[in-house]
């Protein structure tokens, strides 16, 4: 079936190191969106990726799609406390979306 | 309204029992979608409206769940003889139209306990 594998699960930094967090699929994707859900809080979006090897940023956040569609990256530069939270990848299969498990970020201070 | 919103908040329920959780979409929002997110975990897809059809529903859990939607607007979950597996947040979200090129918005969510 539709699966998103995103891994790590867990990763904790120190404040102003960089983390990343990878999602893949077995089949190719019609586009992939990002989430962020802090502590107790409900799913935000963040951005959609739609084309085959797009790059978009967000201030300190770098979304990269692959160029087969079926993997993605979310890179965070010199991470904040205020990064904190679990970060959601969901691939759009055209008529689900499906999440993958979620990276939980954590950042030292 | 200016969010997604979601009834109760907070309910727990006894074992057997059945619940009902509501969502009232974005105004104007035409797909809803409701997922469910167990402790620590993902996000699990159940069920998906355009309009007051559902598409897909191959999130279901089993046949004690069901939902339905009316007036293109509030969307109702209901979970029959609730068993102790169904403790969960019920995220509901909506966007324009579907999923593709469209934000996704999320309610607050119901936590639902079952003792």
């Known amino acids: 079936g539709q699966q998103v594998m995103q891994i790590p699960q867990y990763q904790h930094v120190q404040e102003g190191e960089d983390f990343t967090t990878y999602c893949n699929s077995s089949?190719?994707?019609?586009?992939i969106q990002w989430y962020k859900q802090r502590p107790g809080g409900h799913p935000v979006f963040l951005i959609q990726?739609?084309?085959?090897?797009e790059v978009k940023k967000q201030k300190r956040l770098t979304f990269q799609f692959g160029e087969a569609k079926k993997n993605s990256s979310l890179h965070i530069t010199a991470t904040q406390t205020t990064d904190v939270g679990t970060y959601f990848c969901a691939g759009n299969y055209g008529n689900k979306l499906v999440f993958g498990a979620g990276t939980i970020l954590r950042v030292k201070s | 309204g200016a969010g997604v919103s979601q009834s109760p908040s907070n309910k727990v329920t006894e074992k057997g029992k059945d619940v009902e959780l509501r969502c009232d979409p974005i105004s104007g929002h035409t797909a809803l979608y409701w997922y469910r997110q167990s402790l620590g975990q993902g996000l699990e897809f159940l069920i998906y409206?355009?309009?007051?059809?559902?598409?897909?529903k191959s999130g279901l859990p089993s046949d004690r769940f069901s939902a339905e939607r009316t007036g293109g607007s509030v969307s109702t979950l209901t979970i029959q003889r609730t068993q102790q597996e169904d403790s969960a947040v019920y995220l509901c979200?909506?966007?324009?139209?579907?999923?593709?090129?469209?934000?996704?918005?999320f309610g607050e969510g119901s936590w639902l306990t079952v003792v």
């Open positions: 990726l739609v084309k085959s090897g």
């Open positions: 979200a909506s966007s324009l139209t579907d999923y593709s090129g469209n934000t996704i918005y």
């Open positions: 089949t190719t994707l019609s586009n």
């Open positions: 409206f355009q309009g007051n059809s559902a598409p897909d």
